[in-house]
């Protein structure tokens, strides 16, 4: 830990830790742009003021659009007084089979283009999930008592579009232009500088608060982005804080369903740790541990982290990818079943027939792969996880190809999921050492709880199916009834 606040400036290999005195207390957008101004071009990741002040789930954003956002790594970066990290780098990245790999780039991209599952990312972002979630009746809807929410036109993928969309970016080469961005003067203004929200944040600071207004949601979500806030915790932590308050429950005023004021009030209390956002700072695990009252059972998380805004009711499989994902209630770290509708995506991976998302048979398979392939080879490669997502051009035997392209060594699909495989069982084993089994394996309280309404109403996850999936999970993994990864399993993956 630092004794004062500084910045670190990576400068083509060349490392200077430099004093942020002048940063500390600033909003992420001002403290880029002065850093911008001491060094000139770069790119800088840094937090705002919820990092500093410790908030659980203190992001880290990047260029201010990217956020690093869940399990608190803002809060991490506050601890040890880092505000944030600029880089700049002119070297080439050392290729073994350069024209290759280009070749089968322009392959893959031209590939996106002609993709119209890639086509409505362009149209729509993320927003794409948006109308389909509503009309299966599982659109997160008032701290997820519901599936359906009355107004919900206004949150359609078309609708939100024509209210708020003003641009499209992309990263660099991506011909998907998946990155929204909202400028507005009225009712609020926006500078467009922290881009725009995706379906996650949507659904979070919307639906799940019962708010249909998109300018509400931009406007919140620029607030999580200038602050530094996970914008799917707060929401989530907000969503159980205005529950309380509908079940009577007094955490000092009162905070109705829908209330854009009170949504916006909250983000910036939550950020400095004012008011009841000094309850909520700490995540909903612990919030509903200090206020009780039985508001533990509508606190949606998974190994303290807030549940993500898919519900597992109406996609059975992530009821089990929540249980099991090394990091709590992660919705990437496995592909969503409503893919599998039209067939098997991945035949490479063993997926190749159709699957209800409301099935139970062969999920503990799916998220097993997926999580070896989507959600963990994903990050560690840092492939986009759009395109490599099911019935889009980037699939796993191409994933393999770039990789042995890349880097030379003559690696097979197989040897790569066995490297998934590997890793995935490594943070296990760190979680082992921390305590985490087979009780803490589990899904929130309220997925067994039926939606009420909608073309997924009365479908549960209960607590018996969640056991049979684990089950079978842990057979197909290697590990112990008590979710402990067997010794032959550590022994075969090179762990032991």
């Known amino acids: 830990m630092s004794q004062k606040p500084v910045y670190l400036w990576i400068n083509n290999g060349r490392v ?3 004093d942020a005195s002048h940063l500390w207390g600033q909003e992420t957008g001002p403290a880029q742009e002065t850093i911008l101004k001491e060094i000139g071009k770069a790119i800088v990741l840094g937090i705002g003021p919820a990092g500093e002040n410790m908030v659980s789930y203190a992001s880290v954003l990047s260029e201010l659009h990217f956020a690093a956002g869940r399990a608190g790594m803002g809060a991490v970066m506050g601890s040890k007084n880092l505000k944030a990290i600029a880089v700049k780098g002119s070297s080439r990245v050392a290729v073994a ?4 790999l280009i070749a089968l780039t322009r ?24 109308t389909p979630l509503q009309r299966m009746g599982i659109l997160p809807t008032k701290n997820f008592q519901a599936g359906v929410i009355e107004g919900g036109e206004r949150l359609e993928s078309e609708a939100m579009v024509k209210a708020i969309l003003t641009d499209r970016q992309t990263c660099p080469n991506c011909p998907i232009f998946c990155r929204r961005i909202v400028k507005m003067e009225k009712p609020y203004e926006l500078s467009g ?30 607030l999580c982005n200038r602050y530094g806030l996970d914008t799917m915790s707060t929401g989530e932590c907000i969503a159980w804080a205005m529950e ?12 109705p369903w829908g209330d854009a004021e009170t949504i916006l009030t909250l983000i910036e209390e939550i950020a400095y740790h004012r008011g009841v956002g000094a309850i909520l700072a700490d995540g909903v695990t612990k919030a509903a541990e200090k206020v009780g009252q039985g508001s533990e059972a509508w606190a ?29 209630a992660c919705h990437l770290q496995t592909i969503h079943e409503d893919a599998m509708k039209a067939g098997g995506p991945y035949p490479e991976l063993g997926l190749d027939t159709a699957m209800s998302r409301k099935q139970l048979e062969g999920k503990a398979y799916l998220v097993k792969i997926t999580q070896d392939y989507f959600g963990t080879l994903g990050d560690t490669l840092g492939i986009c996880k759009f395109p490599m997502n099911a019935w889009r051009p980037y ?4 994933v393999a190809q770039a990789v042995a392209m890349v880097t030379g060594w003559g690696i097979t699909l197989k040897e790569l999921l066995t490297a998934g495989e590997r890793i995935f069982n490594l943070c296990r084993m760190f979680n082992v050492r921390e305590g985490i089994r087979r009780a803490d394996d589990i899904a929130p309280a309220r997925v067994g709880e039926p939606l009420p309404e909608g073309a997924s109403a009365g479908e549960t996850v209960s607590t018996d199916d969640l056991a049979k999936l684990l089950d079978e999970y842990y057979e197909l993994r290697g590990w112990g009834k008590n979710g402990v990864p067997a010794p032959e399993t550590l022994v075969r993956l090179g762990l032991k």
């Open 395 to 398: 699939t796993p035997t191409c």
């Open 244 to 255: 309380c308050w509908e079940r009577g429950i007094d955490l000092g005023r009162p905070l």
């Open 193 to 222: 500088i922290y881009g725009g929200p995706q379906y996650e944040t949507v659904a979070a600071l919307g639906s799940l608060l019962l708010n249909t207004d998109p300018a509400v949601i931009a406007k919140a979500h620029e």
């Open 107 to 130: 392959q893959i991209n031209k590939e996106i283009k002609d993709n119209t599952s890639c086509g409505t990312l362009t149209l729509y972002g993320t927003w794409n999930n948006l």
């Open 97 to 100: 089979n350069r024209e290759k």
């Open 300 to 328: 949606l998380q998974v190994k303290g982290l807030e549940m993500a805004m898919h519900d597992p009711r109406g996609k059975k499989g992530m009821a089990l990818a929540y249980a099991t994902a090394n990091r709590g």
């Open 16 to 18: 200077e830790i430099r």
